[in-house]
């Protein structure tokens, strides 16, 4: 294997959950928090259902179950089915490097794999800290969207590596697990590119789901590629070499940024901004709405007209005209307002027709240091109501507060139970590092019979 395969699994190998700052473990028990709490919200969406139908029908030796029903599936589809529900609503965390991520996205199946190999509460900890390193590290070193590769294609290395220290993989089985995670799963940009399809919110998952094969794989002791970053044909023949960087000292996870509205992470700060301006104009006095952002927001929310007539609801939560016209109607952002039927509503796209986005170079330039939308409204009498959001709310540098974050778990966690229920969850949640197994905590995911 060759230098920086080795030096990775070394990493996921060798990383040692007791030395691991406590931020990591903290930002760590706040993720699972929050993706709980996503998967939970999501549980009754008719795609998530028809998933969670699929998933069902598979077997296997070692069990893990689906969340909300308790139904038994193999541990790989047990990533896909439950990651899909922590992604559906675009409510989990972000991470913003020369690639932008979902590193959640590999939570479910890391606890599938725990569950099913009896695992304890402070392995799954462990393991999410090395796939988080992983995974951001290489969003952090290579800009992956501009060459039609990805986000996915982190969640599968990622993930096989946090299945290999679950399974107990040894180093140089770990080298393995990771080659043969990224040979065969370089994923493709276009799953965020015009129209959104139903794929949007399952391409992490099942580059999780791939990961965990991966590192299956790895423990019957299949050889991968052994030079498939930096060798002839590898990924660095695609990206520009990089460093991937991996840390114990400042973990990757205690950077990624969580959500506080239910819509792609570039439109964060515009419903922030849209918030507070909802408080200062009426509608009826609205002419002209100026929307200016970085060029990563303007790409993938308002650079094309898909974004002006939005016709699914993967699109409409990547819409900043829809986001932000329902947002001033309102006073805020609920999932409910991608209901097919809100799609169409006239009122909505009166709004949405005065919106004009712009790419602002300043803005372009402070990414991702700072994450910044400004928008200006234009009233029939000529004044000009503008508000600038720096940072969102949920933003490593601007977080969530605790209280907050259970805020949003009680909300979403509703279909699954009540607030009583809910503060029980949140009890072992907050305190996973001390449960001997991680089937107990999936006990209390699988509420309903």
Not at 199 to 207: H, I, L, M, R, T
Not at 301 to 313: L, V
Not at 357 to 386: K, L, N, W
Not at 429 to 439: F, P
Request: some cysteine.
């Amino acid at each position: 294997m060759t230098d920086t395969l080795m030096r990775l699994a070394r990493f996921a190998y060798e990383t040692d959950i007791d030395a691991l700052p406590v931020t990591a473990i903290e930002a760590c028990k706040r993720r699972l928090i929050d993706s709980v709490a996503c998967a939970a919200a999501a549980w009754r969406e008719p795609f998530c259902e028809r998933i969670h139908g699929f998933a069902a029908r598979y077997s296997a030796g070692l069990a893990s179950r689906l969340w909300g029903s308790g139904a038994t599936t193999s541990m790989e589809m047990a990533a896909f089915a439950n990651g899909t529900m922590v992604r559906y609503l675009d409510y989990s965390d972000t991470f913003l490097g020369k690639s932008a991520g979902h590193p959640s996205d590999m939570i479910a199946g890391l606890v599938a794999v725990a569950e099913a190999h009896e695992q304890s509460g402070a392995a799954l900890l462990g393991a999410i800290v090395v796939a988080y390193e992983i995974y951001c590290g290489l969003c952090d070193g290579a800009a992956l969207a501009s060459l039609a590769l990805d986000q996915a294609t982190c969640a599968a290395v990622g993930t096989a590596a946090g299945a290999g220290r679950l399974l107990a993989l040894s180093e140089a089985r770990m080298a393995n697990a990771l080659s043969l995670a990224l040979a065969p799963n370089l994923h493709l940009y276009n799953v965020r590119c015009g129209t959104l399809s139903d794929w949007k919110g399952c391409a992490g998952p099942n580059g999780a789901r791939n990961g965990i094969f991966a590192a299956l794989l790895a423990s019957e002791g299949v050889i991968g590629p052994a030079a498939v970053v930096d060798g002839k044909g590898g990924l660095f023949d695609i990206v520009d070499p990089f460093e991937w960087r991996v840390s114990t000292a400042a973990p990757w996870i205690t950077t990624s940024h969580l959500k506080f509205h239910p819509v792609c992470y570039h439109g964060q700060s515009a419903i922030d901004a849209a918030i507070e301006l909802h408080k200062k104009v009426s509608l009826e006095r609205i002419r002209k709405i100026h929307v200016e952002t970085y060029d990563a927001a303007y790409r993938a929310m308002g650079s094309d007209s898909e974004r002006w007539a939005p016709r699914t609801r993967e699109t409409a939560d990547h819409s900043l005209p829809y986001t932000i016209a329902v947002t001033l109607r309102a006073g805020r952002l609920s999932s409910a307002a991608y209901q097919m039927d809100r799609l169409t509503d006239p009122v909505t796209k009166r709004l949405m027709d005065m919106i004009c986005v712009t790419g602002s170079e300043a803005m372009t330039r402070a990414f991702p240091s700072r994450v910044q939308t400004r928008i200006s409204i234009q009233t029939d009498d000529g004044e000009t109501h503008s508000h600038l959001q720096e940072l969102p709310k949920g933003h490593a540098h601007n977080p969530l507060s605790d209280v907050e974050l259970e805020a949003k778990f009680v909300e979403l966690f509703a279909p699954w139970g009540d607030a009583s229920f809910a503060s029980r969850t949140l009890e072992m949640l907050w305190q996973v590092d001390r449960v001997e197994s991680v089937a107990r905590l999936v006990d209390m995911l699988c509420p309903v019979t």
